[in-house]
């Protein structure tokens, strides 16, 4: 009975995926459906050229043969043979060559044009002639019966005793098609069953990820985040962020509950992952650029802080580094500095308005693989540890180069971005089974620019924060900053002074 039920409910799952699909490609079978749809009005009205029908009726008297008693014994069976071969006979040669040459057709054209029918409970042959012209049709339709009816009267036919008359002349031919509310009705239906079959091709077919659930069907990892693109947020929850096509600029939202929604679900999520071994140094990685990792972790960062963590937040896409743009710091004295040793932690570790402590990128260095993988960072990361709630390091995509694998040694969590409109499956499943073959520990895909109409299962959150599920009073309270923790910055830097003195 169980079983009954869940494949009932798998099966509702997958027919409303079904629909979903087709109202999301909506616009694209509309198109197809519209064009098809004109391409029946050109074929009906303006290709197919109108056929008019006519029709005349020959009676075929049959004269049956003596009885030896000297009366008449009726064959039916043998009358409705000699009626159906009279009936061919309208078909053959010697009844259309005649009209034929009459009208200048040839014979081929003008059996085309005829339709004969016989009743099997009648001795009625109709002859009916199909064509572009109305008179024409009529009296072809009259010509083939007179014709048939002379035929029979001629001597090589007399063995048949058959006797044939015109019982009706045929008139001038009605309009027969072609039927246009049918046709009409063929292209519009047509049109719309191809278009959802091209909704489907396209969208099974499709290398892009469609929902959260062809991600983790395909990549086999849980979705902890989730992030819509849509128009209450203004762009994957980013407002104020300007975007282009080849790359996207990463924003800071403004601090406040609604905004930070999707982050606190986030935050959630990686909390209770792995409670045994809570995950406290996260990186964000992917497997290419513009899938948004380094917005999500700098808003991740604010909306932990804005929880009350204390929050350390490390540039570590020495390649690229955007974090400093982010928060409006200077980039010099960073985590490159570090290493190298020309400055103490003092220096490095930067208080934001935010209330989250960064350290930047530093100079730029030609390898940074030796400061990824020197001594003095990994110790870093290990003494920073006990002064910060959670550690989260922005590092370069999987793909680009080999940064992100060598910094997950130093991790204990990876959150791997994935933009729904952009990345490629085959690409993410490459990232993710490189992070894999390193040991790295993927906590899960965190997903952005995500679609989903405003009725699908994702958008949910929207609601709380735009239709005032929050009151005012708990809003102003959540922005005054009460309960913030001192941030671990002074105790880390209070500590290095003290072992430097040492």
Not at 34 to 39: E, G, K, R, T
Not at 106 to 131: A, P, Q, W
Not at 460 to 470: C, P
Request: with cysteine; glycine share 6%.
């Amino acid at each position: 009975m169980a079983e009954t039920e869940n494949r009932q409910e798998e099966s509702t799952i997958r027919l409303g995926e079904i629909f979903h699909l087709l109202w999301k490609n909506k616009i694209l079978i509309a198109v197809i459906t519209a064009v098809c749809f004109l391409i029946g009005i050109i074929y009906t009205f303006g290709i197919v050229h109108p056929q008019y029908r006519s029709s005349s009726m020959v009676l075929v008297a049959v004269t049956q043969p003596s009885a030896p008693s000297g009366g008449e014994d009726v064959d039916y069976t043998n009358s409705l043979r000699i009626v159906n071969t009279v009936a061919r006979l309208v078909q053959e040669d010697v009844v259309l060559d005649p009209v034929a040459e009459e009208y200048d057709l040839s014979s081929g054209n003008l059996s085309g044009m005829i339709t004969v029918t016989s009743d099997d409970e009648s001795f009625i042959i109709i002859i009916s002639v199909e064509c572009e012209d109305s008179t024409l049709s009529m009296n072809l339709a009259n010509s083939l019966a007179e014709q048939l009816v002379n035929t029979m009267e001629q001597e090589g036919f007399a063995d048949l005793r058959a006797k044939l008359t015109q019982t009706s002349t045929a008139k001038p031919g009605v309009y027969s098609s072609p039927n246009k509310p049918l046709y009409l009705a063929i292209a519009l239906i047509g049109g719309l069953v191809i278009g959802c079959i091209a909704a489907l091709v396209l969208e099974f077919c499709s290398t892009k990820f469609r929902s959260r659930k062809d991600i983790e069907n395909g990549l086999e990892e849980r979705v902890v985040g989730f992030f819509i693109d849509d128009k209450y947020s203004g762009g994957y929850a980013l407002k104020g962020g300007k975007h282009t096509a080849s790359r996207p600029h990463a924003a800071l939202l403004p601090a406040n509950l609604r905004n930070y929604e999707p982050y606190n679900k986030l935050f959630t999520n990686i909390k209770y992952a792995n409670v045994d071994n809570p995950y406290k140094v996260i990186m964000v990685t992917s497997s290419q650029e513009c899938e948004l990792k380094t917005t999500v972790i700098a808003n991740f960062a604010c909306a932990l802080a804005y929880n009350a963590q204390r929050v350390l937040l490390i540039d570590m896409d020495l390649r690229k580094s955007t974090i400093h743009k982010l928060f409006k710091i200077s980039r010099d004295y960073g985590i490159v500095d570090y290493v190298a040793g020309s400055v103490n932690l003092e220096a490095i570790i930067k208080r934001t308005s935010a209330q989250v402590d960064v350290i930047t990128a530093g100079r730029n260095v030609l390898n940074p693989l030796v400061i990824i993988e020197s001594m003095r960072f990994s110790q870093l990361i290990q003494e920073l540890r006990q002064y910060y709630d959670y550690i989260l390091l922005d590092t370069p995509p999987v793909l680009a180069c080999s940064d992100a694998c060598a910094i997950s040694k130093v991790c204990d969590g990876v959150l791997f971005n994935i933009s729904m409109r952009d990345t490629g499956k085959k690409q993410a499943a490459t990232a993710l089974s490189t992070l894999h073959e390193v040991n790295a520990d993927v906590i899960g895909i965190n997903v952005t620019k995500a679609v989903v109409d405003k009725h699908g299962n994702e958008s949910y959150y929207y609601y709380y924060g735009y239709h005032g599920y929050y009151g005012k009073d708990m809003k102003k309270q959540m922005e005054s900053g009460d309960g913030k923790k001192p941030s671990g910055s002074d105790r880390a830097v209070k500590k290095d002074k003290n072992r430097q003195k040492k």
